[in-house]
Nanobody, 124 residues
Framework: QVQLVESGGGLVQAGGSLRLSCAASGRTFSRYVTAWFRQAPGKEREFVAAINRSGGDTPYADSVKGRFTISGDNAKNTVYLQANSLKPEDTAVYFC?????????????????WGQGTQVTVSS
């Protein structure tokens, strides 16, 4: 069992930045990939970015490519999402999730441990 706790969300003006954190505890040795997803009201949960344990596999959604950066600190069992140049359409609850698969994937179905989420609100 892996427990995930997100933090770092908040209210920011368009063009601003936030750094989200996802801290893992428990059986973290069995988790090879950590991803960020987001869900806006009335919309489906969508993939944002993922990172494998070595940091060499980091896919991004097209909508955030060039603005968001995912990184990890294995010693702290923490994954970060640096979100820059935020837009109102980035407003959502951001969730982190982990997978026992080797390769980072974009499908929520491949992730079996989820955090409770952190709210990001971007004002125009």
């Amino acid at each position: 069992q892996v427990q995930l706790v997100e933090s770092g969300g908040g209210l920011v003006q368009a063009g601003g930045s936030l750094r989200l954190s996802c801290a893992a505890s428990g059986r973290t040795f069995s988790r090879y990939v950590t991803a960020w997803f987001r869900q806006a009201p009335g919309k489906e949960r969508e993939f944002v970015a993922a990172i494998n344990r070595s940091g060499g596999d980091t896919p991004y959604a097209d909508s955030v490519k060039g603005r968001f950066t995912i990184s990890g600190d294995n010693a702290k069992n923490t994954v970060y999402l640096q979100a820059n140049s935020l837009k109102p359409e980035d407003t959502a609850v951001y969730f982190c999730a982990t997978s026992g698969l080797w390769k980072a994937t974009m499908s929520p179905a491949n992730y079996d441990s989820w955090g409770q989420g952190t709210q990001v609100t971007v004002s125009s």
